[in-house]
């Protein structure tokens, strides 16, 4: 289950799909060997093909697939193709062109541009939106074409995606329509561990949550409001954040404010103290 401040984040990241520095090296990546390759991607509506007669290369050429799944090839006429996968595609137009035209007719079949299947990306990335969906992209892939994550980004991506056999006709919030949802680590990730790169499915939607906050004020360098990167994080990472203390300032005397239900608190806090989402913290001026 989540919570209404994550339904009501995920709600108002999705109100932002349909709106249109320098990506971090590891979104740059090359990704791995994905779950499905190239001949085995699955044609769709809008698909642009590029097929190769060898033995006639006038009838090489490129090629839409319309709406109904079809495409008018020479001296075949309409071929239905959508539903399959590129090895099968070859071999009907070779079955077609064997029946009366060729004795051994050799065939290739490659995508030129993928249009028929898509994925939705939104929250902390630079570029949200929609984004076809090629035959091997990984979650890495789709977040460097995003722009990469934001420096208010969360640690955690979610990919949720619909049931098998249903078609996401649109973004998909966690617990939607029974939907499948696959939590990342981003920052395993960022570290190489290439076993969060998850392969993408048609129809998912990735999810970049804002990460938490936290706010220093007092004798620091840059006051304000930080994201929170790590449950890890100690008060003297986050004074780091805030440019340290100055000359002015007392660390032997550091205090949290923090909401406990609903109520403030005072908290006097050790510098290896852990912070929590929304705290506060106070740096006193020195005495003398």
Do not use: H
Not at 97 to 119: C, H, I, M, T, W
Not at 193 to 206: C, V, Y
Not at 208 to 215: K, T
């Amino acid at each position: 289950m989540y919570s209404s401040n994550t339904t009501r984040a995920l709600l108002l990241a999705l109100a932002g799909v349909l709106l249109a520095t320098t990506a971090p090296a590891w979104a740059q990546a090359p990704a791995p060997q994905a779950e499905l390759s190239r001949a085995e991607y699955v044609i769709g509506a809008q698909d642009v093909l590029t097929i190769t007669v060898w033995d006639a290369p006038d009838l090489s050429g490129k090629f839409t697939v319309e709406t109904d799944g079809s495409f008018t090839f020479p001296l075949i006429g309409r071929v239905k193709i959508g539903g399959l996968t590129l090895r099968q595609c070859e071999a009907e137009l070779k079955k077609r062109l064997a029946d009366g035209y060729f004795k051994n007719p050799q065939v290739s079949v490659a995508v030129e541009s993928y249009r028929s299947q898509r994925v939705f990306i939104v929250g902390e990335v630079r570029n949200p939106g929609t984004y076809p969906l090629t035959g091997d992209m990984t979650l890495i892939e789709a977040i460097a074409r995003a722009g990469s994550t934001t420096p208010s980004a969360s640690p955690e991506a979610l990919v949720v995606r619909a049931p098998a056999g249903k078609a996401a006709s649109g973004p998909l919030l966690p617990g939607q329509a029974e939907s499948e949802v696959v939590k990342v680590d981003l920052k395993e990730l960022q570290s190489g561990a290439l076993s969060q790169n998850i392969a993408l499915r048609d129809g998912d939607t990735i999810f970049v949550s804002r990460a938490e906050s936290i706010y220093v004020f007092g004798q620091v360098r840059s006051p304000g409001a930080y994201a929170l990167q790590s449950a890890d994080t100690t008060v003297l990472q986050a004074l780091s954040l805030a440019g340290g203390v100055t000359d002015r300032g007392a660390t032997n005397r550091i205090k949290i404010v923090r909401v406990v239900k609903g109520e403030k608190q005072e908290v006097k806090v050790k510098l290896t103290d852990l912070v929590l989402p929304g705290d506060t913290i106070i740096v006193p001026e020195r005495f003398f």
